[in-house]
């Protein structure tokens, strides 16, 4: 940004819209309602870094077409793309001919991506591979989203999980970033998510996928996915806005709202998350925590330095 405030600050130089390294994709209505003043400002304010706006849980299906189209168009208006989220999940239930209904109506309407989220139910390979060629052939940009279960009760070899890996290769993806479904204490049927000490039996082979196929995970996150060295969290590099606030004090983990940064920043103990002592964040290795501490680490340690300038120029 040219005319930023306070220039004679050093930040990191980003390539020009449309990036393909370093998106930003923010939320459109999840939690609360957004409408177009609100969007206008996020973006009038910082629209040169955000690349991406994706809707959830179909809230578009609940708005009136105008105003759906008033969004897209103002995220348009500062070269943002637009997603649907994964909501197609719910329209494939309706059968085939509502989910080519909703592909026409998505095209129709502005959004640029459709997401094909299996993350809830069971695809079958050749149906999931022929839905991403249809939104393909309706000239949209399809964002497959894959729900992958291992560990105890899960139901996804590695074996599995290398075919999907290679599958999505053939299909030309830019890029895909694995995380795990970890167990969180509080949950009841927390027998299909994994645990720490289950993690790195299947990311070892992810790491080892990574030599060969587009896997973003940056080197030094899939050597903590592995268990192979410790990283403590940074929930501050990956912060949530919506149109409560600043939701703090991560963008998993809901304590409260606040007006401003600064206030988030200040009524939060980031000691006590970055060291993993609440118990909502023990087996929590996702990436919004920790590939932002990879980031923060950079220049530190010599050898992972550059492990990290081949994993960028790659």
């Known amino acids: 940004m040219s005319d ?8 990191n130089a ?3 819209k449309p990036r393909r390294r370093g998106i930003t994709e923010i939320r459109g209505p999840y939690y609360t309602p957004m409408g177009k003043r609100y969007l206008e400002d ?10 991406s706006l994706k809707f959830a ?7 009136p077409r105008k105003a759906v189209k008033e969004l897209l168009d103002a995220a348009h208006k ?3 793309v637009v997603s649907t989220g994964g909501f197609i999940e719910h329209v494939l239930t309706l059968g085939p001919e509502a989910v080519d209904a909703y592909i026409n109506e998505c095209k129709e309407i502005g959004f640029d991506i459709i997401e094909i989220s299996a993350g809830f139910i069971t695809i079958p390979t050749g149906d999931w591979l022929r839905l991403v060629e249809k939104v393909q052939k309706a000239g949209l940009k399809a964002k497959p989203e894959v729900g992958i279960q291992f560990g105890a009760g899960g139901a996804t070899t590695a074996e599995e999980l290398e075919e999907l890996i290679k599958m999505l290769a053939s299909l030309g993806v830019d890029g895909m970033l694995l995380t795990p479904g970890y167990h969180y204490q509080v949950l009841t049927n927390d027998d299909i998510y994994l645990k720490s000490d289950e993690m790195p039996f299947k990311f070892r082979r992810v790491r080892e996928l990574a030599d060969h196929y587009k896997i973003i995970n940056t080197p030094i996150s899939l050597d903590y996915l592995a268990g192979d060295r410790d990283l403590s969290c940074s929930p501050w590099t990956t912060v949530t806005r919506n149109p409560q606030g600043w939701k703090g004090p991560c963008y998993l983990i809901t304590n409260g709202h606040y007006k401003t940064f600064q206030q988030m920043h200040e009524a939060t103990d980031w ?3 970055r060291t993993k002592q609440d118990f909502r964040c023990r087996d929590c290795k996702l990436h919004s925590g920790f590939e932002g501490t990879v980031a923060l680490d950079f220049g530190k340690n010599l ?8 994993y960028y120029v790659a």
């Open 303 to 310: 050898k992972d330095s550059w492990r990290m300038v081949r």
């Open 14 to 16: 980003r390539e020009p």
């Open 78 to 80: 500062y070269n943002v």
């Open 271 to 273: 000691e006590f998350y």
């Open 4 to 11: 930023r405030a306070f220039p004679f600050l050093r930040t």
């Open 42 to 51: 996020v973006l009038e304010t910082m629209g040169e870094y955000v690349d």
């Open 57 to 63: 849980g179909g809230s578009f299906s609940l708005m």
